[in-house]
């Protein structure tokens, strides 16, 4: 069960952090930069988390590098963003209640773009994983923990620097423990000549 889990998955998202504190403080610092600039914050991020995702299960070290290198994910992290984001805020601005709902209705979304598939696939698959659960309190659990992580970075800009990669990997491992560990499917890189 995802929620019985969650004393284990922050242990392990902090044994994560300790082993890859380098790469993922270095790659927060270059999605807050990129997000001074807005336009490229959501394609840095995409990338980080896709980086995290794949290094939590290959068990290599993260490269700080990634946040920047993946182009393939510029469209798909606007599309995320925007398919994502307007409905939450809209949510969250009608009585906060439906913008949780859609909040864990969407839980996985962004770990399923960044695991290679398409923003509507996605989002369509988050929300048959959320209904196929009878333990729907247990996304409410985890969602608490990623929320009380978004309050702590909101104290200070140092807090942020920690808690974003803390963020993005409790993420990965939340989808890793629900849907196993299946090998990651990178965006084709095709070269035009």
């Given at each position: 069960m995802l929620d019985s889990r969650i004393d284990q998955r922050s242990k392990r998202t902090w044994d994560f952090f300790l082993a890859n504190v380098e790469?993922?403080?270095?790659?927060?610092?270059?999605?807050?930069?990129?997000?001074?600039?807005?336009?490229?914050?959501?394609?840095?991020?995409?990338?980080?988390?896709?980086?995290?995702?794949?290094?939590?299960?290959?068990?290599?070290?993260?490269?700080?590098?990634?946040?920047?290198?993946?182009?393939?994910?510029?469209?798909?992290?606007?599309?995320?963003?925007?398919?994502?984001?307007?409905?939450?805020?809209?949510g969250y601005a009608l009585l906060i209640v439906p913008g949780v709902l859609l909040s864990l209705y969407w839980f996985h979304a962004p770990m399923l773009v960044a695991d290679g598939r398409r923003v509507g696939d996605a989002l369509s698959e988050s929300g048959r994983i959320f209904r196929a659960r009878s333990d729907w309190a247990s996304y409410l659990l985890n969602w608490l923990v990623l929320a009380v992580l978004g309050g702590v970075a909101g104290l200070t800009a140092f807090a942020v620097v920690l808690t974003l990669p803390l963020t993005l990997i409790y993420l990965a491992l939340c989808y890793t423990d629900e849907t196993g560990h299946v090998p990651l499917t990178l965006p084709r890189r095709e070269v035009v000549v």
């Open positions: 790469g993922l403080l270095i790659g927060t610092l270059v999605v807050l930069v990129g997000s001074l600039f807005i336009i490229p914050a959501p394609w840095l991020a995409l990338n980080l988390l896709q980086e995290t995702l794949e290094c939590s299960r290959t068990g290599r070290r993260v490269r700080w590098q990634a946040a920047y290198d993946r182009q393939g994910n510029f469209l798909r992290s606007w599309g995320l963003a925007l398919a994502m984001g307007i409905p939450i805020a809209i």
